[in-house]
C-alpha cells in the first residue's frame, strides 16, 4: 500500500517538472530564434514479488516515474522580415558563432544583430559575431548586402568593398549542445564539436537579410500537452487520496 503513495508522489514530481517545461516553452513563444523543449520520462525500479525462474517469471511492480532528459526540437521556426539590413536568418540547419563575455564560442540562431559604437555587429545580448564584421561608418546607406552564401559587401563612396566572409556552425547532434541562456549553446561531447563552413554548403542552411527567425514553439501542441499533464497530475493525486483511504480503513479493522 505504501509503494502507491511513493509511487504517485514520483508521477506528481514528474509531472510538475513537466509542466515547467511546457510554461518556459510558452514563455518563448516570441522570442527570437528559441527552440521547444520536451522533458521525457522513464520508470523507475521494480520490485520482485515471488520467485523468478525458468519455469515461472515472478511478479514485477514499479515504483513510478522520474524525468529522464529534456529533447530540444530544432526544426526551423518562422522566418520574419524585418527590413533591417543588419539581421540576419538562418533557412536551414546551421548556427551562428558569437562570442560571449568570458571568451567562450556560443552557437546561436538568433540573428537580430546591430553594429554597436564601434560598427562591430552584435546580437541583442552584446555577444560579438565570430568571425567579426565591422561595419564602417562611410558605408553608403542601404547599401549593405548579406548575400545567401554569406559575402558581405557594401559601398563605401563608388566603390563595392568586401566587409567579411560569414561561416555558419553545424553539428553531427544538435540536441546534445547546452543551452545557456540568452538564446546561446555552447557545445558538448554529446554534440560533438562544430564544423564551419559556407552558407549553402554540404547541407548547410543559406542567409536571408533583412529576416529573423521566429521561435518554433506551436501553442497549439503546448496547450494540449499542458491539458495531459494537468489529467495525469489528477490522477495520480487521486491515487494518493485513495490509498490514504484505504490506510484508514485498515487501520480501523478490529479483531
Known amino acids: 500500500m505504501m509503494n502507491?503513495?511513493?509511487?504517485?508522489?514520483?508521477?506528481?514530481?514528474?509531472?510538475?517538472?513537466?509542466?515547467?517545461?511546457?510554461?518556459?516553452?510558452?514563455?518563448?513563444?516570441n522570442t527570437t530564434g528559441y527552440k521547444a523543449s520536451r522533458l521525457t520520462f522513464?520508470?523507475?525500479?521494480?520490485?520482485?514479488?515471488?520467485?523468478?525462474?525458468a519455469a515461472r517469471q515472478g511478479s514485477q511492480v514499479g515504483m513510478g516515474v522520474a524525468p529522464g532528459r529534456t529533447d530540444r526540437n530544432f526544426t526551423q521556426g518562422d522566418i520574419r522580415e524585418t527590413g533591417i539590413g543588419t539581421n540576419i536568418a538562418i533557412e536551414g540547419?546551421?548556427?551562428?558563432?558569437?562570442t560571449m563575455p568570458d571568451g567562450t564560442i556560443g552557437y546561436t540562431r538568433d540573428g537580430?544583430?546591430?553594429?554597436d559604437a564601434n560598427g562591430q555587429l552584435v546580437n541583442a545580448s552584446g555577444y560579438r559575431l565570430e568571425p567579426g564584421v565591422v561595419i564602417p561608418q562611410d558605408v553608403v546607406g542601404g547599401s549593405l548586402s548579406i548575400a545567401a552564401n554569406g559575402r558581405i559587401t557594401g559601398k563605401i563612396g563608388n566603390e563595392t568593398v568586401t566587409l567579411g566572409q560569414l561561416d555558419i556552425a553545424t553539428f553531427a547532434n544538435s540536441a546534445g549542445l547546452e543551452a545557456v541562456g540568452n538564446n546561446t549553446f555552447l557545445a558538448t561531447i554529446n554534440s560533438g564539436?562544430?564544423?564551419?563552413?559556407?552558407?549553402?554548403?554540404?547541407?548547410?542552411?543559406?542567409?536571408?537579410?533583412?529576416?529573423?527567425?521566429g521561435s518554433n514553439v506551436s501553442v497549439?501542441?503546448?496547450m494540449i500537452d499542458m491539458i495531459t499533464a494537468q489529467r495525469a497530475f489528477e490522477s495520480v493525486s487521486k491515487v494518493i487520496s485513495?490509498?490514504?483511504?484505504?490506510?484508514g480503513m485498515a487501520n480501523a479493522l478490529r479483531r
Open 112 to 115: 537580430s544583430f546591430a553594429p
Open 42 to 53: 522513464e520508470d523507475l525500479l521494480y520490485t520482485e514479488l515471488g520467485d523468478r525462474n
Open 4 to 29: 502507491a503513495l511513493y509511487s504517485a508522489a514520483t508521477g506528481m514530481s514528474a509531472q510538475q517538472m513537466g509542466m515547467d517545461v511546457i510554461a518556459n516553452n510558452l514563455a518563448n513563444v
Open 93 to 98: 540547419d546551421g548556427f551562428f558563432q558569437v
Open 242 to 247: 485513495t490509498s490514504d483511504e484505504m490506510l
Open 220 to 222: 497549439m501542441t503546448e
Open 193 to 213: 564539436p562544430p564544423a564551419l563552413e559556407e552558407p549553402g554548403i554540404q547541407g548547410r542552411g543559406v542567409l536571408r537579410q533583412g529576416h529573423v527567425e
